[in-house]
């Protein structure tokens, strides 16, 4: 079974801090994602990465930066969080297939 | 064009009945349309998916109709259970790539 894993399920963070949400695959995926999800707007897609070190912007990438530097790990950092990033936040990855797996999420909550 | 419209935003079913959630897509493009499912505390799961070269597909209980000529896509699910209430997402995509397009979630409840 693949497994898709976040480092935190919950976080709550200050106005200003940097945040790191990691994720890791443990199935050799090319292919990984950040997505965040608020209600009443579906899954909107921040950053995917198709290779070590390569990353492309995707549709709400303002505030946010990507680290790809391992095969299995996708890192989103949110450079000085801010209160209209308080969301929840998933990663998926895919081989080069259609269908993409995803972590449990991470619930931000920036005060 | 690269919307996917989704509907309902939420959807209370008792149980035993039929649930349809549907979808509509401008992108004549898109030829790889999935159903993710989505439990309280986990991420979403691929539940079914259709290529347009097909009309319906179904898997179980779950059934995606496919409208090509209307862009519109749906999932019907049958006998509907309480173990259905999940949210529900519409997504599509191009073959050429692995992004895939995301409808807004519809929030299904199914009364016992």
């Known amino acids: 079974d693949v497994k898709v894993t976040q480092s935190s399920r919950y976080l709550v963070k200050r106005t200003g801090e940097k945040v790191f949400l990691e994720c890791v695959q443990d199935?050799?995926?090319?292919?990984m994602f950040w997505y965040r999800q608020d209600p009443g707007l579906g899954l909107r897609l921040i950053y995917f990465?198709?290779?070590?070190?390569?990353?492309e912007k995707g549709d709400i990438p303002e505030g946010y930066s990507v680290s790809r530097e391992k095969k299995e790990r996708f890192s989103l950092i949110l450079e000085s969080a801010s209160t209209n990033q308080t969301s929840m936040y998933l990663c998926?990855?895919?081989?080069?297939?259609?269908?993409?797996?995803f972590g449990p999420g991470t619930r931000l909550l920036v005060l | 064009q690269q919307q996917v419209k989704q509907s309902p935003q939420s959807l209370i079913v008792q149980k035993g009945g039929i649930s349809i959630i549907n979808c509509a897509y401008e992108?004549?493009?898109?030829?790889?349309f999935p159903w993710y499912q989505q439990f309280p505390g986990k991420g979403p799961a691929l539940l079914i998916a259709i290529r347009p070269d097909v009309s319906e597909k179904k898997e179980g209980r779950f059934t995606i109709s496919f409208n090509k000529s209307a862009k519109q896509f749906s999932l019907h699910i049958m006998d509907s259970q309480p173990g259905d209430s999940a949210t529900y997402f519409c997504?599509?995509?191009?073959?050429?790539?692995?992004?895939?397009?995301w409808g807004a979630g519809t929030k299904l409840i199914i009364k016992p």
């Open positions: 997504a599509a995509s191009k073959e050429s790539n692995y992004q895939l397009i």
């Open positions: 990465s198709y290779d070590v070190k390569m990353k």
């Open positions: 199935m050799d995926h090319e292919n």
């Open positions: 992108n004549t493009a898109f030829d790889y």
């Open positions: 998926a990855s895919t081989r080069n297939t259609k269908t993409q797996y």
